[in-house]
T-cell receptor, first 111, second 114 residues
Framework: DGGITQSPKYLFRKEGQNVTLSCEQN?????MYWYRQDPGQGLRLIYY???????QKGDIAEGYSVSREKKESFPLTVTSAQKNPTAFYLC??????????FGPGTRLTVL | SQQGEEDPQALSIQEGENATMNCSYK?????LQWYRQNSGRGLVHLIL?????REKHSGRLRVTLDTSKKSSSLLITASRAADTASYFC??????????????FGTGTKLQVIP
């Protein structure tokens, strides 16, 4: 069953903690993306990666970090430097310049 | 800066009516895509239109692209209650480093009343 998965679905974090959100795809896509969505708003690009071992900052990369050691995986770490991390996080993958396929999202709440 | 801006922000129509959403963008694009999002879920791709195309159809969806005006529209005909969702445009372009980048609009929230 091909697709893109994210885990966990809900995540709670205490202030000052780092947390890592998982994103895995078995679509053999080269490119992967992380977006942040705040209530009633569009998606803002955090980081993206077009090939393994390479990634680029998006529009709101501060306070986040990523790695791309494997083609299938693109984990996002929300660090304690991110001042307002409560949001809905979406991961996507694509084959070159075509359609992005989205995961179901992770809702992060800071307690 | 926000590449895609959409209007209206919210739209409420009766079932059976047509719904039109507009999207404007700022820089040259490679293609433009429309996505749908049900509340609290991931986005689902609807349709892609390339920069050299002017109109595209898929079922009840019709997308137009005017590169001279840097704008696109999504028309949903004969709307159904199940079409209730948020709709986003996404413009693909290349940044100064030569990397492709997709920028999403702020979305139009569509409510179809049965």
């Amino acid at each position: 069953d091909g697709g893109i998965t994210q885990s966990p679905k809900y995540l709670f974090r205490k202030e000052g903690q780092n947390v890592t959100l998982s994103c895995e795809q078995n679509l053999n896509h080269d490119a992967m993306y992380w977006y942040r969505q705040d209530p009633g708003q569009g998606l803002r690009l955090i980081y993206y990666s077009q090939i393994v071992n390479d990634f680029q900052k998006g529009d709101i990369a501060e306070g986040y970090s990523v790695s791309r050691e494997k083609k299938e995986s693109f984990p996002l770490t929300v660090t304690s430097a991110q001042k307002n991390p409560t949001a809905f996080y979406l991961c996507a993958s694509s084959l070159t310049t075509d359609t992005q396929y989205f995961g179901p999202g992770t809702r992060l709440t800071v307690l | 800066s926000q590449q895609g801006e959409e209007d209206p922000q919210a739209l409420s129509i009766q079932e059976g009516e047509n719904a039109t959403m507009n999207c404007s963008y700022k820089t040259s694009i490679n293609n433009l895509q429309w996505y749908r999002q049900n509340s609290g879920r991931g986005l689902v791709h609807l349709i892609l239109i390339r920069s050299n195309e002017r109109e595209k159809h898929s079922g009840r969806l019709r997308v137009t692209l005017d590169t001279s005006k840097k704008s696109s529209s999504l028309l949903i005909t004969a709307s159904r209650a199940a079409d209730t969702a948020s709709y986003f445009c996404a413009a693909l372009h290349y940044n100064s480093g030569g990397y492709q980048k997709v920028t999403f609009g702020t979305g139009t929230k569509l409510q179809v009343i049965p």
